[in-house]
T-cell receptor, first 109, second 113 residues
Framework: GQNIDQPTEMTATEGAIVQINCTYQ??????LFWYQQHAGEAPTFLSY??LDGLEEKGRFSSFLSRSKGYSYLLLKELQMKDSASYLC??????????WGAGTKLIIKP | ETGVTQTPRHLVMGMTNKKSLKCEQH?????MYWYKQSAKKPLELMFV???????ENNSVPSRFSPECPNSSHLFLHLHTLQPEDSALYLC????????????FGNGTRLTVT
């Protein structure tokens, strides 16, 4: 079967750095997405990785290792507004999106 | 403003009721989706429409009936639902390319009593 694993919940301190991991076992791979979802709101697109390496977008970076079936989302200089759920999703060989259950990130002052 | 608008935001219905969820996108996208989101579970794809034609139905019970009258509007008609159908129902749209990001609406929080 196909599977995406993410930690259920993480806690971090304002101003710090946090890394949210995502591991996947899918039938094929055509890219990996990260989305952010604030409570009661729509998920919003953060990043897309299809090649190995690190992609940086301001305070957020996303890393991919296809050989390890692994990605992480790195959030720097954490702000209270970063408290949200972070969803990892993989496009399999049929271009179907396989979703993780999401990681709830709690930021403390 | 997400560009994808869903109504209503909240809905409480009995198991014998019939109701409809509405989704409208203002992004000029070609594909529209219905997802079900339950607490601590991955998003479940229910239906996909591309250029107003249904291209995927992930074995969803017939008590859920989608309708896509044009590329900007999507409905989900509900009838004789079960309490386990209580969830957040998310509409999304995309340009339709294989790796196009999804743009989601804020969802309808459905409670079946």
């Amino acid at each position: 079967g196909q599977n995406i694993d993410q930690p259920t919940e993480m806690t971090a301190t304002e101003g710090a750095i946090v890394q949210i991991n995502c591991t996947y076992q899918t039938s094929g791979f055509n890219g990996l997405f990260w989305y952010q979802q604030h409570a009661g709101e729509a998920p919003t697109f953060l990043s897309y990785n299809v090649l190995d390496g690190l992609e940086e977008k301001g305070r957020f970076s996303s890393f991919l290792s296809r050989s390890k079936g692994y990605s992480y989302l790195l959030l720097k200089e954490l702000q209270m507004k970063d408290s949200a759920s972070y969803l990892c999703a993989v496009l399999d060989s049929n271009y179907q999106l396989i979703w993780g259950a999401g990681t709830k990130l709690i930021i403390k002052p | 403003e997400t560009g994808v608008t869903q109504t209503p935001r909240h809905l409480v219905m009995g198991m014998t009721n019939k109701k409809s969820l509405k989704c409208e996108q203002h992004l000029g996208h070609n594909a529209m989706y219905w997802y079900k989101q339950s607490a601590k579970k991955p998003l479940e794809l229910m239906f996909v429409y591309s250029l107003e034609e249904r291209v995927e139905n992930n074995s969803v019970p017939s008590r859920f009936s989608p309708e896509c009258p044009n590329s900007s509007h999507l409905f989900l008609h509900l009838h004789t639902l079960q309490p386990e159908d209580s969830a957040l129902y998310l509409c999304a749209s995309s340009l339709g390319g294989d790796n196009s990001p999804l743009h989601f609406g804020n969802g309808t929080r459905l409670t079946v009593t």
